[in-house]
Structure formats: C-alpha cells, structure tokens
C-alpha cells in the first residue's frame, strides 16, 4: 500500500442499539452496545464505517469520537498509511479505517474481497454465543441454540466452569464447543482444566489468563489449542505470544481496523499460528470487513448482530448456523 493522501471530510457519530435480552461475560452484563458510525468522503463517494469501543480499556464512544475528530483535523489529507501510522489502535482507528477500505472501493467499483486480494467470500459458519449463567439456563440456552447453529461458544468465569460446560453438552451434544475464559484462570492448573474441557469435545480455549500474564502458561501442555484474545492486539505482540498459544484472535476494534488485522493475519500465520476472527457486540455494519478476513480464519466469531435486539437494513445473512453476505452487500 503506498500513501496517496487526498482531503477528506470527516465525520462520526454514536448509535445506541439494544441487545436481545443481555450479554453477560464475567466482567458483566449488558443490555445494550454504544457504536460508533464515522463516515469520510472525497466529495464524490462516501464510505462508512463501524466500530464498538472497547469498554474494558476505558473506551466509550464519546471519547471515540472525540480521537476522529482530532485526528482529522489535524489531517485534512489522510490514507490508511497515515492513519495506521499516526493515530493509536482501538475502535477510533477502526471506524475510520473501515470507512476509508468502503470509500476506496467505491471510488474503484470493486468487492472488499477484491480490493484487499482476499478470498472470494463464501458461507462460513460463525460461532453462537451462550451468555454466561448457571449451568441449567446455559443448557436450555444451548439446546435451543443448537437447532439452527453447529458451533457454541461459552463464555466461562473460573468457577463452576465443568458444570456448565457439561450442561452445555447435555442441551446440545451434537454441537461443536469453543470456550472464553476472559481471563479468569489465572489460578487455576489450566492443564488440568483442559483435559477436563476436552472430554466434552471442546475444541478452543479463549484467554484463560490475564493479559500480560500469559507466561503462566509456558509449561502448560494442554491438549485443546489455547487462543490469545484480550493479550494480542496487533501484529507486534504476536512473536511474544507465540511460545505460549496456538491462535489468536483478531478482532478489528482491538487491532484499529482491517489493515492492520491483515498484518496480524500474516503474522500468526507465519509465526504457526491458528487464526479465529471474532467481534464485539455490533450491526452488520462493523461485521462486513471482519467476515472478509475471516474467509481465511479456522474458527469464526461473528454472532454480535445475532445478540442485538435489531439490527441494520442490507444486513449480513444469517441461516443454518452460517453468515453470509446478503445481495445488498455483494
């Protein structure tokens, strides 16, 4: 990519949207997700984009917006080249990252896939989140998730986590499993945790650690793939997490937007590392460039419009467990 800047406006705003009852994690519960909407024109085309700022970094989408417009006017001529240079990773960047991939593309008549050399987009299936509760509600929450989706994700909290990974399997034993910890077994023998999990067919473990303590795990031998989520932000931090796990997750708000995602998607892969693509809660909007780069991930996580309440008109497609791109976004 070489720079080419050109005068742009700029401009953001904040959406509220509801969530479909709430989305509870270990660090809480919500019931609803601020978004940031920024959108930059040449005077001629405009491209869109969306991010969710990252709550458990301090970010909000006043203080996202607030980045947009300092960065933009302090660069009334701006490409993704400076952007990735000069503004700090997080939601900000990625909403304005994002927008900048939509206007080019508009600017050259292109498809994302192409105007990025990504795999032409198919079906993929996307994992389904089953809230954090206790293990008879995520039971009945999987059982009736499991008759339109193949894959659940569960999210864990360090306690109680066998019971509810069994009642789980018990509500959908056909369904492939994947887990997040976010970041709560920092005390307990992963290993062992593991070897425990994997009797339930469970096939990722997200984040068992806090981040920057992943050296926990240095002499763990575990025998489901660990996946670094909340450690791994961008394509530095991958050499130094590469001893200790066997994917990462890319998510476009924490890494500042798809340019510097398909760096870290070079990265672990050149570094033997698995790929997962996952999201924050979000509309379609934001899941259209992750679901492009996800064309070359093994796990996928793009379910945040599935937990909102509603979502965007020309949505993303979602059916028998997969997501797809609709007409109106080919």
Same mark, same amino acid.
């Given at each position: ?21 709430? @989305? ?103 994992? @389904? ?188 497609? @979602? ?12």
């Amino acid at each position: 990519m070489t720079s080419s800047a050109s005068p742009l406006s700029v401009s953001a705003t904040a959406e509220r949207w509801p969530v479909n009852g709430s @989305f509870i994690i270990s660090r809480g519960a919500k019931t609803h997700v601020d978004v940031v909407v920024c959108r930059v024109s040449d005077g001629t085309h405009e491209g869109t984009g969306e991010a969710t700022p990252i709550y458990y970094e301090g970010e909000t989408a006043e203080s996202c917006i607030a980045s947009i417009e300092t960065f933009a006017h302090g660069h009334p001529a701006f490409d993704r080249l400076i952007l990735l240079d000069q503004m700090p990773r997080g939601a900000a960047r990625n909403a304005l990252d994002c927008a900048l991939w939509d206007l080019e593309c508009r600017q050259n008549g292109q498809a994302l896939w192409q105007h990025a050399f990504l795999p032409e987009p198919g079906p993929l299936i996307s994992a @389904f989140t089953i809230s954090l509760s206790d293990p008879a509600k995520m039971e009945a929450d999987a059982r009736a998730a499991a008759s339109t989706h193949s894959l659940l994700k569960l999210k864990l909290s360090g306690s109680d986590d066998h019971q509810r990974v069994a009642a789980v399997h018990r509500g959908a034993p056909d369904a492939r499993l994947i887990v997040d910890a976010n970041e709560s077994w920092n005390d307990l023998d992963i290993a062992q945790e593991a070897a425990t999990l994997a009797q339930w067919g469970v096939e990722l473990i997200e984040q068992p650690v806090s981040a920057g303590r992943d050296d926990l795990l240095a002499n763990v031998r575990s025998p489901i793939p660990l996946c670094a989520d909340e450690s791994c932000h961008t394509s530095a931090d991958i050499p130094g997490l590469a001893p200790y796990y066997q994917a990462i997750n890319i998510k476009l708000d924490k890494a500042g937007g798809l340019t510097e995602s398909m760096r870290m998607a070079d990265a672990a892969e050149q570094a033997g590392l698995k790929l997962m693509v996952g999201c924050m809660l979000s509309t379609s909007l934001a899941i259209r460039p992750a679901f492009a780069l996800a064309q070359r991930a093994q796990w996928v996580d793009l379910d945040g419009p599935l937990l909102l309440a509603r979502d965007r008109k020309h949505a993303m497609q @979602f059916a028998g467990g997969q997501i797809m791109l609709g007409e109106q976004n080919r």
